[in-house]
Nanobody, 123 residues
Framework: QVQLVDFGGGLVQAGGSLRLSCAAS??????TGWFRQAPGKEREFVAVISWNGGSTYYADTVKGRFTISRDNAKNTVYLQMNSLKPEDTAVYYCAAQTRIIADDTDETSYDYWGQGTQVTVSS
């Protein structure tokens, strides 16, 4: 079992930055990803990090602007978001994998989800 609480969202102007956090309890050494869902759109993959932080992967839309990291001593995964754009506006969710899955970008690969945190970027 894994419990996830994601937070840190808010309202920011275009070009600004936010850092999202995902605090985990339970089975915390899991590969963890961030997804987002904009109004009227399907949930999409943003980034993923291995359980030890040694491997990361990003969606092309955020590569170079977002950085995923983790502090296992604090059981927390972070998503640093810089150079934010209005199109980054969405509810952001962290999610944890407990199975060995090939496709980290597929939301069905994840077994546990946070409740989501709203990010709004104004132009």
């Amino acid at each position: 079992q894994v419990q996830l609480v994601d937070f840190g969202g808010g309202l920011v102007q275009a070009g600004g930055s936010l850092r999202l956090s995902c605090a985990a309890s339970g089975r915390t050494r899991s590969k963890t990803g961030w997804f987002r869902q904009a109004p009227g759109k399907e949930r999409e993959f943003v980034a993923v990090i291995s359980w030890n932080g040694g491997s990361t992967y990003y969606a092309d839309t955020v590569k170079g602007r977002f950085t995923i990291s983790r502090d296992n001593a604090k059981n927390t995964v972070y998503l640093q978001m810089n150079s934010l754009k209005p199109e980054d506006t969405a509810v952001y969710y962290c999610a944890a994998q407990t199975r060995i899955i090939a496709d980290d970008t597929d939301e069905t690969s994840y077994d546990y989800w946070g409740q989501g945190t709203q990010v709004t970027v104004s132009s």
